[in-house]
């Protein structure tokens, strides 16, 4: 059974950074393109960034590049979302997903920024 | 940018009824690389639909993807009451993937 367990999300101001950690398993990590989609509240889903399977090509929306970096560590099975530069509007649940047509999804981790 | 709009925004019928829902793409998604998900309050998003008409494991035959091109149609034959939910499209034939803003489908 496939299971994505996302990681590091919480209550951080505006300016500051944070990093989210997916940890993956029962599935094989270095075969799958992997993203971070998110949610604000209330409102609808947003594609945030995605990874090639070895790390070589990511794509970012365009309100996160140069803040937002996608990253993956094959050896540890784990995906990763340096946040930096924070602001209000980057308020959501972030969810760590599989692939392209998403049939894997986390739970989705809490991020509020906010003074 | 592909950008995707949905219509309705809101759709308002009974049980047992037949649901129509709309994506219009902004420019060609090739390969139909569009699928469609359901969401409820609380729940992370769950594949209905990939490749415009493939329906996902376990998901039940009432539920259908059709169209190709600029324009996608997702069809739930008759609603049941766990059909309640929102409904987002998305395609991923090009970079940024993209999704549209969602379609409810609520109690009438």
């Known amino acids: 059974e496939v299971h994505l367990v996302e990681s590091g999300g919480g209550l951080v101001q505006p300016g500051g950074s944070l990093r989210l950690s997916c940890a993956a398993s029962?599935?094989?990590?270095?075969?799958?393109?992997m993203a971070w989609v998110r949610q604000a509240p209330g409102k609808g889903l947003e594609w945030v960034a995605n990874?090639?399977?070895?790390?070589?090509?990511?794509y970012y929306v365009d309100s996160v590049k140069g803040r937002f970096t996608i990253s993956r560590d094959n050896a540890k099975n784990s995906l990763y979302l340096q946040m930096n530069t924070l602001r209000a509007e980057d308020t959501a649940v972030y969810y760590c997903?599989?692939?392209?047509?998403?049939?894997?999804w986390g739970q989705g981790t809490l991020v509020t920024v906010s003074s | 940018e592909i950008v995707l709009t949905q219509s309705p925004a809101t759709l308002s019928l009974s049980p047992g009824e037949r649901a129509t829902l709309s994506c219009r793409a902004s420019?060609?998604?090739?390969?139909?690389?569009l699928a469609w998900y359901q969401q409820k309050p609380g729940q992370a998003p769950r594949l209905l639909i990939s490749?415009?008409?493939i329906r996902a494991t376990g998901i039940p035959d009432r539920f259908s993807g059709s169209g190709s091109g600029t324009d996608f149609t997702l069809t739930i034959s008759r609603l049941e009451p766990e059909d309640f939910a929102v409904y987002y499209c998305?395609?991923?034939?090009?970079?940024?993937?993209?999704f549209g803003g969602g379609t409810k489908v609520e109690i009438k």
């Open positions: 420019q060609n998604v090739l390969s139909n690389f």
């Open positions: 490749g415009a008409f």
């Open positions: 997903a599989r692939g392209f047509g998403i049939v894997d």
């Open positions: 990874i090639k399977k070895d790390g070589s090509e990511t």
């Open positions: 998305q395609q991923y034939a090009m970079a940024p993937v993209t």
């Open positions: 029962g599935f094989t990590f270095t075969n799958s393109w």
